[in-house]
């Protein structure tokens, strides 16, 4: 082997070895507890796209999301609400509409033995959005655009509030 890439093997080894020393981890590459590795997933007022969406983050940061309930699963029931949105301005010079688009998402957790684990929270995210009224097909683009970016936002964030308990 020429010296040269001994040299660089070497010097990515090192940075590993510190990188992993001080306590660096990849964003998220996290993992809930050991107690919610496997989930009973119960949903209301989600679609068959958001369902999937929340499963996936589910088994992303290490839990196994079972399809019946079982003896084994706590049971994560979570409720997506829409609130309507709010026009903030109107621009009749340029056509631009200001509106905020606002999800709730209320969930609670039991363990396998029905005991409570998290007692029932909202978690919400709101973003405005600056429309064009003259171009209602980019604007409708740009507004789901922004609905699922505000509910993956609210799935990370129910996923951080799991691996606190």
């Known amino acids: 082997m020429p010296k040269f890439a001994k040299t660089r093997l070497l010097t990515v080894l090192l ?3 510190a990188m992993s020393g ?3 981890r990849l964003a998220g590459a996290t993992s809930l507890p050991p107690e919610l590795n496997r989930i009973y997933l119960v949903t209301s007022d989600f679609s068959d796209p958001q369902r999937d969406a ?3 983050q589910l088994e992303r940061a290490g839990a196994e999301v079972s399809r019946q309930a079982d003896s084994q699963a706590v049971r994560l029931s979570v409720s997506l609400k829409t609130m309507p949105d709010r026009r903030l301005a109107t621009g009749a010079s340029n056509g631009r509409i ?5 999800r709730s998402l209320q969930y609670n957790l039991k363990g396998a033995d ?3 684990l998290a007692p029932a929270a909202t978690l919400t995210q709101q973003k405005d959005i ?4 003259d171009n209602l097909l980019s604007s409708g683009v740009e507004k ?3 609905i699922e970016d505000l509910e993956e936002a609210l799935f990370n964030q129910l996923i951080h509030q799991l691996k606190r308990i």
Do not use: M, T, W
């Open 22 to 24: 001080c306590g660096f």
């Open 144 to 146: 789901r655009s922004v």
């Open 54 to 56: 929340l499963r996936r």
């Open 98 to 102: 200001i509106d905020r688009l606002e």
């Open 114 to 116: 029905g005991n409570l």
């Open 130 to 133: 600056v429309l064009d009224d």
């Open 15 to 17: 940075l590993a070895l």
